[in-house]
C-alpha cells in the first residue's frame, strides 16, 4: 500500500472514531434527557390518576351529588311498589293502544 | 554549514520539547492519581432515586393509600450571591414566608431544609428559578385519595417512610419503598448522562384488602351520625361478610392512625353476649328450648346480692328470656351450666384470645378462669358484665352464629403478595365448630324474635329479616370501684337477612350522652346501616315492602 493511502486510511479511521465517540456521548446525554422526562411524565401521570382516585371517592361523589344534583339517599318511604291493585293499573288508554288501530295496515 | 544549521533546529527543537515532555510526565506520571481523582469529582455525580412505598388497595382494586415521587428542597445559603434578592423569589415559587427564607438564607450552616414534600407544581417553579445553592432531594408521599377513610385501621406513616401504626406497620417490611443510586457524568455545561443503565428492581408488591370501600363509607357515615348526635367517648363499626370471615368496614371514633378502638379496645359487652351464653346452654342441653325459668325479680343471686330485670317478668320460655333481654333468666341457667363449661365454650367463641389479624396491639379481651370464678361472676358473665371482648370478638361470635356455627378467622388482607383474589370467594378459614346446626337455628330464632318483638325492635329493617341483640352493659368506675350509674356502653349485634345472612354487623358506642340503651342508641344505627349495604347488595326484599301508593302529580 502506497504511503499517502495509508495516511488517509489511518486519518478516515482516527475520524470516525472521534465521531463515534461524539455521537455515542450525544445519544447518551439524550437517553439521560428521555429517562428523566418519562419520570417526569409517569409521576406527573400518578398525580392526575390520584387526584382521579379523589374524584371518584364515595364521600367526594356524594358531596356532589348532594351540592350540584340536589341528591339524597333514599329513605324508606322512597320506595313505591307498584303492586297488583294498584289502582293506576290496567285502567286506562296507554298510548300504543290509542294509537294502535291507526298503526294497523 | 548546512550541518551546523541543521543541528541548531535540531537542537531549538529538542529546547521546546524537553520541557513540554517534563511537564507531561509531571501531570501523565508522577501527579496522575490525584488529578484523575479532581476530575472524576468534578465530572461524576450520584443520584438517588426512589421506588415509592406499595399501594393499599381494597377488595375491588380501589385504592385505599399510595405514595407517589416527591422533592424536598434545600438550601446552600453560602452559593447565594445576592441572598436578599433571591430570598423573595424562592418564598414566592415554594410559598413560603419571606422572612423565614430570608432568616434561612443568612444562616451560617451549609445545609438548610427550605421545605419537604414539594408539590410537582412547586417543583417545576423551583427548576425554573435555575438558582445556585437550592438542590432536590428524591422523597416520597403517602397519599389517601378518600381522605380519612379507614385511617385507624390504615394507620400511618412517618416522614422516612416507614409505617408507624396500623396495617402500614404491620406490612412495613413489604410495603416499604427502595432507594436505588444511579452513577452520573456531568458535562462542563451541568448536563448529564448515566454512566451505567440503573438495574431494574422490582416495585413493593400492593396489600389488597378485604376492605370493601363503599361499605367503609356508609359505616363511617353512619358512625359520624351517631357521633354527632350521642357525642361518645369512643364508637366502633364493623361489618363482616359471615360466610367467609371477611372484613368489609371497620369504621372507628375517634378517627386517630395511632388507634383502632375496634380491635384494641375491651369493654364488657352487656346483653348482646347472652346469645352466646345461651348457645352454651342449649349446646349443653342443660334447659329444654320449651322450658320456662322463673324470672322474676329482684333476685338474690349470692346473700345481698340482688338481680334486676330492666321490666318485671314472671316465668319465661328461653325464647323470651332473649326477647326481652332477662339477666335473671340468662344468669339461672348459666348456673345450671357451671364455670367450667361456660367458660369453655366462651373460649370456643373466640373470646379471650386474639385473632388471627396480627394487628399491632389488638387486645384479646378479659377472661376471669374458672377456678376463680363464683356464682356472682358466673350470673354476672352470663349477661356480658365482669367479662371484657373487643368489637371485633364479639363481630366474630355473630358471624359463627350466621354460618351456621362455624367460627371463621377474620380477613382483613386478601393478598400481601400484589396478586388479586377475585373477590366473590366466599370460602373461609374455619377455626373451629361452636355449636351444633340445630343449636345455632333455635338460637337465631331467638335473635330474629328479639328483633321482631324484644328490645331490639329499632333494628328492623323493612322486607328482610334481621336476627340480632342489643346490649346496654354499665361501666366499671375506676374511682369508686363500682359500676357507674352514668356511663355505659351501647351496642347493637346482628346478622340480616336472618335467613340466609351476608353480612353481620356491629355497633358498639361507648359513653353516649342523652340515651344509653343499646336499643335507643345502637340498634337504630345497624337499621340504618344495614338498609343501606342491602341496597348497596343488591339484596332483594324477602317479603313485599309495605307499599306507600304514590302521590305524583296527575298531569304527566
Partial sequence: MKPV???????????????????????????EQRRRAVLEAKSRNSYLRLELQNLHSPESLAASAR??????PPTADSLIVLGENHPRKNTGPTLLSWLAPSLRP | MLKTRLHLCAALSLFCTVPLGARLTQLQVLQHRALSAIAESRVERQTVELIPRGRI????????????PSWSAFLDPSALKH???????????????????ALKAKRASRFVWLKQKLTPEEVARLRALKMEGVGLLADERRYNPNGELALNLLGGVGADGRGLAGLELSFDSKLRGKAQTIDLVRDGLGKTMTD???????????????????????????????????????ASILVQDPRSGDILAMASHPRDPLRNPAIEQAFEPGSTFKAVSMAAVLEEGVAAFDEKIDCSGPWEVVPRVFIRDHEPSGPLSLEEIMSRSSNIGIAKLALRLGADRFHRAVRAFGFGTKTALGLPGE????????????????ANNAFGQGLAVTPLQLLGAYSALANGGSLLEPRLVLSSEGGRRPAEETTGVPVRRVASEDTVRRIVRM?????ERGTGISAQIPGYSVAGKTGTSQKLDPERRRYSTVHYVASFAGFIPAKQPRLTIVVVIDSPKGQYYGAEVAAPVFATLGRQLLALKGIPPERPLAVRWSSAPKRL
Fill in chain 1, 5 to 31: 493511502r495509508l495516511a488517509v486510511w489511518i486519518g478516515a479511521s482516527i475520524f470516525f472514531c472521534a465521531w463515534q465517540r461524539i455521537q455515542a456521548t450525544r445519544l447518551s446525554f439524550e437517553l
Fill in chain 1, 67 to 72: 351540592q350540584h344534583l340536589g341528591m339524597l
Fill in chain 2, 57 to 68: 388497595l381494597d377488595r375491588n382494586g380501589e385504592v385505599l393509600a399510595e405514595s407517589l
Fill in chain 2, 83 to 101: 441572598p436578599e434578592r433571591e430570598a423573595p423569589r424562592l418564598a414566592a415559587a415554594l410559598g413560603l414566608d419571606r422572612r423565614t427564607v
Fill in chain 2, 196 to 234: 451505567s443503565m440503573p438495574r431494574r428492581s422490582d416495585p413493593p408488591a400492593d396489600l389488597v384488602l378485604s376492605l370493601d370501600r363503599s361499605v367503609q363509607h356508609y359505616a363511617e357515615a353512619a358512625l359520624k351520625t351517631a357521633v354527632e348526635r350521642y357525642r361518645p367517648a369512643w
Fill in chain 2, 363 to 378: 387486645s384479646g379481651g378479659l377472661l376471669q378462669s374458672p377456678a376463680s370464678k363464683g356464682r356472682l361472676a358466673l
Fill in chain 2, 447 to 451: 335473635l330474629e324474635a328479639v328483633v
